[in-house]
């Protein structure tokens, strides 16, 4: 007897969800009693995926200021676009810091994966604490098929006010001696010394002194000392000679837009008085 053998070629280009069986039958009416698939580790059904993953991130707060410095928390929702997605080869990566390359700091949670609409899933992160933190997301599907690489995010959250602190003179003192050195102090994580300003102005003299937006623009009271470090701001007078009622003021706003003035007013409407005695 002779055996022939037929051969028939099917091509799955397109992408979806396949079911293969085969049968034969000869001209005598006999029926193949198996079929043998070969090595394939699912013969008679799988997928053809010829599609990545596409990824999507949205920010329910997008107020940034100084470039990406925000005044308030945020939750980012990550979205992917995926028939067969593989929520085991979805990562979600967060970091936290105190500042750029400082201490880290605690984690926000990520929460689990869930199907919000057809092949679309979803993904939360709360990032409601202090901190400079970088999100990014690597996505594969079950085929292997790898999203387009993620542009890497980075943000600064800060919700903390400015602290200014006033020395070298007391509020409401009067002072004799030769040398009258008040010293303004702003210490901030994300000090912005572009946005720090200082007023003296007397009653009889005028404005004194003038420190606006990173300028000094004016200053009758001598010289004067500015230090600027990444965490803080300090100004010392050189010295306040002429006799008068001065009232001070200081306003700080850091890079994430909080502000602290440091303006009091007394029943005179004055802040402090610097009086030299002879």
Known sequence: SQYYIYQMNVVFDQD?????????????????KKVNYGDNAVPKSFTIDNVSPVISVSYDNRSARNGNYYSSGRIATITVHEHNFNPSASIVSVTAQTRKNGSSTALPNVSSWR???????????????????????????????????FNKEEFIIDKTNPAVKISGVANKSANKAKDIRPIISVSDTNVNPADISIIVHGAKNGTVFLYEKGQLKKNATGDGDINFTNDSFSFKFDNILKDDIYTLSVVSTDYGGNQNKFVSVTEEGHLLILQQIR
């Open 16 to 32: 979806g969800e396949y079911s293969l069986t085969a049968a034969s039958t000869d001209l005598a009416g006999n029926k193949n």
């Open 115 to 149: 199907k919000v609409g057809n092949d679309i899933y979803s993904a939360t992160v709360n990032f409601s604490s202090d901190s400079f933190y970088t999100l990014d997301v690597a996505v594969k599907d079950l085929s292997g098929r790898a999203a387009q690489k």
